[in-house]
């Protein structure tokens, strides 16, 4: 849909998008392989598609939309009741799901939310973690087939309490922030299909170049609320 409008639109044609074609497994899967700077694009598409102001611009509040080329000193408007990707904070009060100094938020309370297991995310499981307490080993079974990547549909494990799905594994989800004051990389989140339980717990940091594409890596969509938080 967004890219249709960039490509078909009058107005979508006229802004200059360059946005790459991610790739998915299929119906319902995550999209994989956009690195950190086709995410922000995707995101203030989205937002100019549906007539609002978008949230990233070069350099600062006053600089150009982010519309294309490969840039590194992006201004996040906030305050924009737009689409943009999360920052590291938010995208760790959504994954814990209101749950309390946890390893993992499963919102069942027969799932020790401290373990993991294939019934819980898509992961790759092994006997190194003490917390994987899994009884099947390597990647998911379930989706181990065929060709890699081997996501799974989104609603394929339960929700947490935040009616989040897959805040735990099945793809990366690159946020906003820079990995350190060093260098250009970007945080991701969450884990991924391909990775151990060590890296889908919800404090685990990951950096990546945001020039990075992987089988892999994908993007949570978030919203700036017009309405505060209590």
């Known amino acids: 849909m967004v890219r249709n409008w960039t490509v078909n639109d009058p107005y979508g044609k006229t802004l200059g998008y360059d946005l790459q074609v991610g790739l998915s497994k ?45 840039v590194n000193n992006i201004y996040c408007d906030t305050a924009a009741i737009s689409y943009r990707l ?37 992961y ?34 339960e929700k947490n ?10 793809v990366y989800e690159w946020c906003f922030d820079l990995y350190s004051t060093l260098g250009t990389d970007r945080a991701r989140r969450g884990g991924s299909w391909y990775y151990s339980a060590y890296h889908c717990r919800i404090g685990y940091r990951q950096s990546a170049g945001p020039d990075k594409r992987n089988y892999d890596y994908g993007f949570r969509l978030s919203f700036t609320s017009p309405v505060p938080l209590p």
């Open 86 to 122: 999360p920052w590291e904070d938010e995208w760790e009060y959504a994954a814990r799901g209101n749950a309390i100094s946890t390893r993992y938020s499963w919102n069942n309370v027969a799932y020790n939310n401290q373990e993991i297991k294939h019934v819980n995310a898509n």
């Open 26 to 70: 299929g119906p319902n899967h995550p999209v994989h392989s956009l690195n950190w700077y086709d995410c922000v694009k995707w995101c203030n598409a989205r937002s100019e598609m549906e007539g609002r102001i978008p949230s990233y611009r070069i350099g600062d509040a006053s600089g150009p939309v982010y519309r294309n080329g490969e």
């Open 124 to 157: 790759e499981s092994n006997a190194n973690y003490l917390y994987d307490t899994s009884a099947t080993r390597n990647f998911h079974p379930t989706y181990a087939v065929g060709a890699d990547p081997y996501t799974s549909p989104v609603g394929s494990f």
């Open 161 to 170: 309490s935040y009616e989040l799905y897959d805040m735990a594994g099945n």
